[in-house]
């Protein structure tokens, strides 16, 4: 059974940190692409970064330079972390997984929702003073 479980949301002040974890069963990393997917208030959802199953990365501009995505194959978890927070970060964070062949619709692929086969239930990011 496939599963994508988020932890490590909350409440953190502007320029603060948090570092989020997804937990992976029933697929592998090698296999898999994992991206971090956000939604906030009255938006669309809106993929913001991903690691591909060769281990490469790709950021959008928005957290480029702030964010870090990393994994640990052998505990079947990838890892967001998120540095010089701005209340417009502020959303509920889902991590997802696509095939690896989804690279093959470009380098953009993770930006869109609809990429994704497998979907967490989310973790609440506040940033707020």
């Known amino acids: 059974q496939v599963q994508l479980v988020e932890s490590g949301g909350g409440l953190v002040q502007p320029g603060g940190s948090l570092r989020l974890s997804c937990v992976v069963s029933?697929?592998?990393?090698?296999?898999?692409?994992i991206g971090w997917i956000r939604q906030a208030p009255g938006k669309e959802r809106e993929g913001v970064l991903c690691?591909?199953?060769?281990?490469?990365?790709s950021y959008a501009e928005s957290v480029k330079d702030r964010f870090t995505i990393s994994r640990d194959n052998a505990k079947n978890t990838v890892y967001l972390q998120m540095n010089s927070l701005k209340p417009e970060d502020t959303a509920d964070y889902y991590c997802?997984?696509?095939?690896?062949?989804?690279?093959?619709?470009?380098?953009?692929?993770?930006?869109?929702?609809?990429?994704?086969?497998?979907w967490g239930h989310g973790t609440q990011v506040t940033v707020s003073s």
């Open positions: 997802a997984a696509a095939h690896g062949r989804a690279v093959m619709y470009g380098p953009t692929w993770y930006r869109d929702p609809q990429r994704y086969e497998f």
């Open positions: 029933g697929f592998s990393l090698d296999y898999y692409a």
């Open positions: 690691i591909n199953s060769d281990g490469s990365t």
